[in-house]
């Protein structure tokens, strides 16, 4: 498989993807794995989530942004991980750049509450996984 070829088809299960996982590194230093809506993303570069400020997968990532993001296709059986960063952001912009009606449910002071945080995932490389083979690219 080429690089081309990977870029392309990891390009196209990130975006139809609407779960994805996130793995953070846990304060024992074992991987945490957790399926996060993805709320948006730019091109395999960015991936942006919301979640609530208090969860652990904050706490991991204040002390340790290192994380990876996967998506999948299980019918077709293919994958992407992306592998890089994750900033905890709480900005009045990023986070009225998530916000959809409904999310009250969640945080029911609305897009000011203390417990909305956005996560903003900036890939350095990615592997895409498909009919046995795959292929490993810088971003």
């Known amino acids: 498989m080429q690089k081309e070829e990977g ?8 975006n139809n993807a609407k779960i994805s996982m996130l793995g953070t590194n846990g304060d024992d230093g074992y991987p945490n794995i957790k399926a996060m809506i993805k709320a948006e993303n730019e091109g395999l570069k960015r991936i942006w989530f919301s ?5 652990k997968r904050v706490a991991q990532l204040l002390r340790d942004p290192k994380a990876c993001v996967y998506f999948v296709d299980f ?3 293919k994958g992407l991980m992306l592998v890089g960063n994750v900033e905890v952001l709480q900005d009045a912009e990023s986070r009225k750049r998530l916000w959809t009606e409904g999310d009250e ?15 903003r995932f900036t890939a350095k490389w990615a592997n895409y996984y498909h009919a046995l083979s795959n292929v490993t690219f810088q971003l």
């Open 7 to 14: 870029i392309a088809e990891g390009l196209a299960l990130v």
């Open 51 to 55: 979640t609530n400020t208090s969860s």
């Open 75 to 77: 019918e077709q059986w």
């Open 105 to 119: 449910k969640y945080y029911p002071l609305g897009v000011t509450d203390p417990d909305y945080s956005v996560l």
